[in-house]
């Protein structure tokens, strides 16, 4: 059960103070009965809602895909940084939304918002080993002999990796790792005697980031990409 309001803005409807106007004007039907308090609790998967006698399809979760910019925290609130919920457009404003897991405020890239919880925690398990793939820049060239060491567990005090898997591209390099610890990526290359200097998510799970969005912006992904956050375990 939820309070018709919240499910109404969450629907697009309007916000919440212009869902109790509408609401009160008489313009909402629940199974085809007018009601014009919006505070009532209405079982929102089975109950039929209509506005203006158009039926409104009920979405409980909405999954968003961000190309998280630098400068951005990985929360929903903060004092010092704006956060990436704050670059979601004002439709999604009673979805409670939050990121599914952190990027550093510098780092950019895919960065999936959602109101899941239980998604949320099936990605983010340290038992699921969801990969991630991230595209860096160091201060020096990356050698044969460091991609040894990042291709090897590594031990960095609070926890030992699983083997990353590392591929040189253009302009620097790309690397999978299994886990999601603070700073992880930075502190593998910062063992190897080197410095992040770059770092961009560019995919989770078999997701990748949708290259057309540019810096902030976000999309909603399809059923099916929503599936593919989750597959690829080892
Ligand atoms: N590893 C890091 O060091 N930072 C991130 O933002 C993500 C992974």
Redesign the pocket.
Known sequence: MERLDKILANMGVGTRKEVKKLTRKGAVKVNGVTVTDSDIKIDEENDEITVFDQPLVYRKYVYLMLNKPSGYVSAVTDNRYPTVVELADDFYSNYDLFPVG???VD?EGLLVLTNDGALAHKVLSPKNHIPKK?FVKTKRQVTKEDVKMLQSPMDLGDFTTIPAKVEFCEDGVVICIYE?KF?????MFEKTGNE?TY?K?ISMGKLCLDEKLELGEMRELEEQEVQLLVLDKI
């Open positions: 952190r990027l550093d780092t991230y999601g700073h992880q990526v930075k502190r992040v770092l998510r």
